[in-house]
T-cell receptor
Framework: NAGVMQNPRHLVRRRGQEARLRCSPM?????VYWYRQLPEEGLKFMVY????????ESGMPKERFSAEFPKEGPSILRIQQVVRGDSAAYFC????????????FGPGTRLTVL | GENVEQHPSTLSVQEGDSAVIKCTYS??????FPWYKQELGKGPQLIID?????GEKKDQRIAVTLNKTAKHFSLHITETQPEDSAVYFC????????????FGKGTHLIIQP
């Protein structure tokens, strides 16, 4: 029973490029959450999605960041025109059907912006 | 919004001793409080959680207590072992999967042999 999968595990981009981070939730989970972790910091909530719906994006920066969770395929966190401040670890979590609180995290994608 | 404070930021204990990490939260609507363990280079791993209708929960060497009136909850690890060394995060949420969790800044637990 595979856990939450994220790829790539490490991503290097130059300033101004685009970064695409992918997350496949655990089998049977239809809720996906994205978090960002800066060095020596806790995780900060970014966005919560269900299939084909963004439920809560209150933690997402208003510009350059977007997220989707299509009917088929993984959830994608997209960062356009990356800047050095975007360098962080990005974690995806999934949870089972609505009404359950447990969130299970993937291994993360470590983004480095040069 | 919710604010979760976690103390201490670093905790060093002798192997075999107990470790206690404390968190406070601000939003009285929060009713779900998980604890995560994060090892270097890995994602957070859920180790125990508690809901607001319960005051204490135990799983082998790990226990969590919750005081709703005071808005604080604690993680207790007994008989600590070297493999317990990691960063531990507390978090709070309003439950029902309706929103994201608010995390504390983490406690670096060091088990001294």
């Amino acid at each position: 029973n595979a856990g939450v999968m994220q790829n790539p595990r490490h991503l290097v981009r130059r300033r101004g490029q685009e970064a695409r981070l992918r997350c496949s939730p655990m089998k049977g989970h239809s809720h996906v959450y994205w978090y960002r972790q800066l060095p020596e910091e806790g995780l900060k909530f970014m966005v919560y999605l269900q299939k084909e719906n963004i439920i809560d994006e209150s933690g997402m920066p208003k510009e350059r960041f977007s997220a989707e969770f299509p009917k088929e395929g993984p959830s994608i966190l997209r960062i356009q025109q990356v800047v050095r401040g975007d360098s962080a670890a990005y974690f995806c979590a999934s949870s089972p059907l609505a009404g359950t609180d447990e969130q299970f995290f993937g291994p993360g994608t470590r983004l480095t912006v040069l | 919004g919710e604010n979760v404070e976690q103390h201490p930021s670093t905790l060093s204990v002798q192997e075999g001793d107990s470790a206690v990490i404390k968190c406070t939260y601000s939003d009285s609507a929060s009713n779900y409080f998980p604890w995560y363990k994060q090892e270097l280079g890995k994602g957070p791993q859920l180790i125990i959680d508690i809901r607001s209708n319960v005051g204490e929960k135990k799983d082998q060497r790990i226990a969590v207590t919750l005081n709703k009136t005071a808005k604080h909850f604690s993680l207790h690890i007994t008989e600590t072992q070297p493999e317990d060394s990691a960063v531990y995060f507390c978090a709070g949420g309003s439950g029902g999967g309706a929103d994201g969790l608010t995390f504390g800044k983490g406690t670096h637990l060091i088990i001294q042999p």
